[in-house]
């Protein structure tokens, strides 16, 4: 069993990866990317993957719950705009209040599918454990 706070590593790794790329005054061009919204959006994603692993201790059905999702997003939601605002003392770099808005819309619908996924799940479990016997007459 890991210990609480270790839970959280893989979204500081990702937060420092993105302060890294961040940090560039200028982002190599790569023909056949991706349009930039659609980065932006997978990017915080993950982000909000790595936040909701860290708020619900590993996925832990236990931890899951509406409270771990709203961190999870709201974690990812500032820092999207943390990192705007860190781009604006970047030479070459300005602050994009539609990168901000395509961070923020990744991160909410990777966290809105993870909820739907858990209470499917849970409720799929919950009528397996229940057997027709154990109903009352």
């Known amino acids: 069993m890991l210990r609480t706070w270790a839970y959280w590593i893989p979204a500081a790794v990702l937060m420092a990866g993105i302060a890294f790329i961040s940090h560039q005054s200028r982002l190599p061009y790569v023909a056949g990317i991706p349009p930039d919204w659609l980065l932006h959006g997978v990017e915080f994603g993950v982000l909000a993957i790595a936040c909701l692993y860290g708020a619900s201790r590993g996925f832990d059905p236990r931890h899951r719950s509406a409270g771990a999702a709203i961190l999870a997003l709201s974690i990812a939601i500032v820092y999207g705009a943390l990192d705007e605002l860190h781009q ?13 808005i395509a961070d923020s819309v990744g991160a ?21 454990r229940r057997r027709p016997d154990d109903e009352e007459r």
């Open 88 to 100: 604006s003392f970047v030479p070459g770099r300005s602050v994009s209040f539609s990168d901000w």
């Open 108 to 128: 909410l619908i990777v966290v809105s599918a993870l909820v739907l996924i858990w209470r499917r799940s849970a409720r799929e479990g919950s009528s397996e």
